[in-house]
T-cell receptor
Framework: EAGVTQFPSHSVIEKGQTVTLRCDPI?????LYWYRRVMGKEIKFLLH????????ESGMPNNRFLAERTGGTYSTLKVQPAELEDSGVYFC????????????FGSGTRLTVV | AQKITQTQPGMFVQEKEAVTLDCTYD???????LFWYKQPSSGEMIFLIY??????QNATEGRYSLNFQKARKSANLVISASQLGDSAMYFC????????????????FGTGTRLTIIP
């Protein structure tokens, strides 16, 4: 079974540019989560999809961040325009059930805004 | 206030020794779950062990065990007989609410502990 795939693995962009991160969850996993770790700090929840619906987007930092999951398969997280403080590692995770166990995380996308 | 506190930013341990990684948590919810994840240099987050707040016994998974002290709100990870491959970042995380609670699966993480095993 393929794991959670994220790409790109690294992205370096200039302030003001747009970046789109992609996450392919494990096939059949309805739940998809985005998390972010800013350097040296804790990993913070961004949002949770159940299929194509946003179940909880309370962690999204501001309206420069837009997440989509069209068709309930892969998800994209767009940052537009990117700011310096958006730098960090963005993790995606998926799970099949709603019991809070069984998360599978991707390897993350390291975003650097310069 | 931080909900998950990991007070050890870094640890160096001799190979084959046991190591304890500290984690304290803060919640007013009687039902919660505690997780430990390992993040090696390759970047992926690997699930290690889970402890539910109502579990009577401490969780164990191979060389990993969770020293759950509910009254002290601590959930320390113990790795027995450490190996070089244990060198990684370790994150403690908590889910608040019962496991079946609809729409409450998000995790709160600590800042992590970087463990280095010395040969």
């Amino acid at each position: 079974e393929a794991g959670v795939t994220q790409f790109p693995s690294h992205s370096v962009i200039e302030k003001g540019q747009t970046v789109t991160l992609r996450c392919d969850p494990i096939s059949g996993h309805d739940n998809l989560y985005w998390y972010r770790r800013v350097m040296g700090k804790e990993i913070k929840f961004l949002l949770h999809f159940v299929k194509e619906s946003k179940q909880d987007e309370s962690g999204m930092p501001n309206n420069r961040f837009l997440a989509e999951r069209t068709g309930g398969t892969y998800s994209t997280l767009k940052v537009q325009p990117a700011e310096l403080e958006d730098s960090g590692v963005y993790f995606c995770a998926s799970s099949q059930d709603r019991q809070g166990l069984g998360y599978t995380f991707g390897s993350g996308t390291r975003l650097t805004v310069v | 206030a931080q909900k998950i506190t990991q007070t050890q930013p870094g640890m160096f341990v001799q190979e084959k020794e046991a190591v304890t990684l500290d984690c304290t948590y803060d919640t007013s919810d009687p039902s919660y779950g505690l997780f430990w994840y390992k993040q090696p240099s390759s970047g992926e987050m690997i699930f290690l062990i889970y402890q539910g707040s109502y579990d009577q016994q401490n969780a164990t998974e191979g060389r990993y065990s969770l020293n759950f002290q509910k009254a002290r709100k601590s959930a320390n990870l113990v790795i027995s007989a450490s190996q070089l491959g244990d060198s990684a970042m370790y994150f403690c995380a908590m889910r608040e609410g019962p496991r079946s609670n609809f729409g409450n699966e998000k995790l709160t993480f600590g800042t992590g502990t970087r463990l280095t095993i010395i040969p």
